[in-house]
């Protein structure tokens, strides 16, 4: 997944309370701070900064060019490969925050689902509060599926479904170039408990940087989706009853990503675990209360923009206070991003003259979710992104306090780096006739105090000079 949106690797449960009143709660909370003056230098700022983070054309024309060509190789490599009949029939999901258009600075990371699409049915067995799950076929099969069975013929093993990817892309590496011939595609070593086949574009020459990261993730296509999140997120005042129908009507996705633990059973070794990128990348694309938003010709808002910049401060965070921080993900900013939109529904709130102030309440909330230690999972509710186990107290209580820091300060994360002040000149030292000067003690930036007029007269005398010396020797 993206390094900038990878999800955290564990959630726990949340206590059970009512979607709505802790909504509310929040937005109350919220509401009282909500009428803070601003002041003009920061509110420019953060109208510069959100600029700033957009792609360039160019950069975007030229990365999607090269992973365009990769993505459409792969795709025949496997539909033509006899090797493994269950990859014949995968298809592309783009996901991820490129795809979504928030993402910040450079596209350099692009994340791809590949759905397996298996005739087989299932049966989901949830393994904690609704993320993780056991999949097994409803009964024994002779389809291609069989090769990923585990001993009892019906548990489907998350391990070997990613171990044959990993397989299948280095043998069509092998063959494959890239269009730009001065790089060359890499697989990363694998991580431990990811769903993910990363590759890296990097430059031919030893040590050459990485251009472009690309997360691979194949993804079992289910109908049905499970009882925890069977009734979908809550955005019937946001988005609407109709296109929360649309949501889920669509299928679902898992990936092949194990439960974080050192003394795992063995369902939790071959665990699945639920995604929901394709319908986040729907929820943010018609991010409006009204249809029209964000058209041609509609109304326009900042609500991505604010996205954008959350991301970026958090970015920042992570650099800053890399150990303090280090369970911070761009995640994190993402859910409460959206439960910030389900419950500030109106497309007036986000009006793109509003953005300062949408910003602010959206860090705001960021640090109202860490200061009472609740984040629930948009689509699991049950599920707590900020539970201790998962993110300790001490780290929820200085992310707080750094956030409080920010805003006080004026969010210096978000300003550009200020200039460096000039090197002061050393005092010039009297120069006595004949004497010679030493170019080493000149400053880089030395100028002589000699006026435009004499420099002419003295190029007019050396040009003379050179030109009788020539003469005479003639």
């Not at 450079?106 to 949830?126: A, H």
């Not at 019937?236 to 633990?261: A, H, M, T």
Request: with cysteine; proline share 8%.
């Amino acid at each position: 997944m993206d390094k900038e949106e990878s999800q955290p690797e564990l959630v726990c449960p949340v206590r059970r309370r009512p979607r709505i009143q802790q909504q509310d709660s929040v937005e109350s909370s919220l509401a009282a701070k909500e009428p803070v003056f601003i002041p003009a230098e920061l509110a420019h700022w953060i109208k510069v900064q959100a600029q700033e983070l957009k792609i360039r054309q160019k950069d975007r024309c030229w990365a999607a060019e090269v992973v365009n060509d990769f993505r459409e190789n792969l795709l025949r490599f496997l539909r033509s490969s006899s090797d493994q009949p269950v990859f014949q029939s995968v298809d592309f999901l783009t996901t991820g925050s490129y795809f979504e258009k928030v993402k910040i600075l450079s596209p350099d990371e692009f994340d791809m689902m590949l759905k397996l699409q298996v005739s087989s049915r299932f049966n989901t067995t949830k393994l904690d509060a609704g993320l993780f799950y056991r999949i097994d076929l409803t009964r024994p099969t002779r389809t291609p599926i069989k090769d990923f069975l585990l001993d009892n013929q019906l548990t489907l093993s998350s391990s070997k479904i990613l171990a044959e990817m990993f397989r299948l892309v280095r043998k069509f590496l092998k063959t494959y170039r890239a269009p730009e011939r001065c790089c060359r595609w890499e697989v990363n070593p694998r991580r431990p408990s990811s769903p993910a086949v990363t590759l890296s574009l990097c430059r031919r020459e030893l040590g050459g940087e990485e251009l472009i990261s690309v997360d691979l993730v194949p993804a079992l296509e289910v109908q049905s989706w499970p009882p925890a999140v069977r009734n979908g997120p809550d955005v019937d005042n946001w988005l609407g009853k109709k296109l929360r129908q649309e949501i889920r009507s669509l299928p679902c996705y898992f990936v092949p990503k194990r439960q974080k633990g050192r003394k795992l059973g063995e369902d939790a070794k071959e665990s699945w675990r639920i995604s929901f990128s394709h319908v986040e990348k729907k929820i943010i694309t018609s991010h409006g209360n009204k249809k029209t938003c964000c058209e041609s010709r509609g109304t326009k808002c900042c609500r991505k923009q604010c996205l954008m910049l959350l991301k970026s401060l958090i970015e920042g965070l992570k650099r800053r206070y890399p150990k303090d921080l280090e369970d911070l993900c761009s995640y994190h900013g993402k859910t409460a991003f959206l439960h910030t939109l389900s419950a500030r529904f109106d497309d007036s709130t986000w009006a793109p003259q509003q953005l300062p102030a949408c910003f602010l309440h959206l860090v705001r909330a960021l640090q109202d979710h860490a200061r009472r230690g609740s984040l629930p999972y948009f689509f699991v509710p049950e599920c707590n992104l900020f539970a201790t186990p998962v993110f300790p107290r001490r780290a929820r209580a200085f992310l707080v306090n750094v956030l409080e820091e920010q805003m006080k300060e004026g969010l210096p994360l978000l300003k550009p780096p200020p200039l460096l002040p000039p090197v002061p000149l050393p005092p010039l030292k009297p120069v006595t006739a004949g004497a010679e000067i030493n170019p080493e003690e000149l400053p880089e930036k030395f100028h002589l105090p000699i006026s435009s007029k004499w420099l002419k007269l003295i190029l007019v005398f050396v040009v003379a000079l050179a030109f009788g010396f020539n003469f005479l020797r003639f």
